[in-house]
């Protein structure tokens, strides 16, 4: 999967697919309909991608392989570790944020636990995510700066997590905060959500005063 060859016509059966299966989830749409969305010939999907199991395999390669290499270049920054774990959650909150819909498809798909096969990539490379985000608050730890009885495991889901409720429950908190539009809503995120999450992970990483 990671020598997977991306050209633009790949990208936009990619991007037409990641629309479709959000809206209508993976068993709800067929490879004769994104090859519609797309106006590209059926078998040219096929050809590329072969089932629609693998079309998933590469969109989730597609959407998150950067995600990884963010991290990797982030844990070579030199930097305070507390400023290194808040950029980390920016990372995370901006790419969530662009790629809503295959977030949406992969909650989805493993949950029902159906595609378990199709998911084997994604939880590598969740693993391999992991890992950096351990490096980053274990320079932390070696630095006196951050707690040792930290559970790492749980720092990535607190962040998602939070993220996630905030926006399954929008109208809630577009009416609670007056979020009148679109950019207002995105704004929020941007910056008092995201100053939020990294209040929240540096009162569990950094000692008490």
């Known amino acids: 999967m990671s020598h997977i060859e991306l050209n633009d016509k790949k990208i936009q059966i990619l991007n037409v697919a990641e ?10 749409t067929s490879i004769r309909d994104i090859s519609k969305e797309a106006k590209i010939n059926i078998a040219m999907v096929s ?51 662009l790629n809503k819909g295959i977030y949406r498809v992969l909650h989805f798909e493993l949950y029902n636990k159906k595609r378990e096969k199709s998911l084997e990539a994604f939880t590598e490379l969740k693993k391999g995510n992991l890992k950096s985000v351990e ?49 207002m809503f995105n704004n929020y995120i941007k910056n008092d959500l995201t100053k939020h999450i990294q209040q929240t992970i540096k009162a569990l990483l950094v000692y008490e005063n």
């Open 19 to 28: 629309k479709l299966f959000s809206e209508k989830g993976f068993e709800g």
């Open 47 to 97: 050809y590329y991608f072969g089932s629609k199991e693998r079309l998933l395999e590469a969109l989730i390669f597609y959407k998150t392989v950067d995600l990884k290499l963010q991290l990797e270049n982030l844990l070579q920054e030199n930097i305070e570790p507390l400023e290194k774990v808040n950029k980390l959650i920016e990372i995370y909150i901006n790419r969530i944020c």
């Open 135 to 183: 490096s980053i608050i274990k320079q932390g730890q070696s630095q006196g700066v951050f707690r040792k009885d930290v559970n790492i495991q749980l720092i990535t889901p607190t962040i998602i997590g939070t993220f996630f409720h905030f926006h399954m429950n929008r109208s809630f908190f577009e009416e609670l905060f007056d979020l009148k539009t679109e950019e």
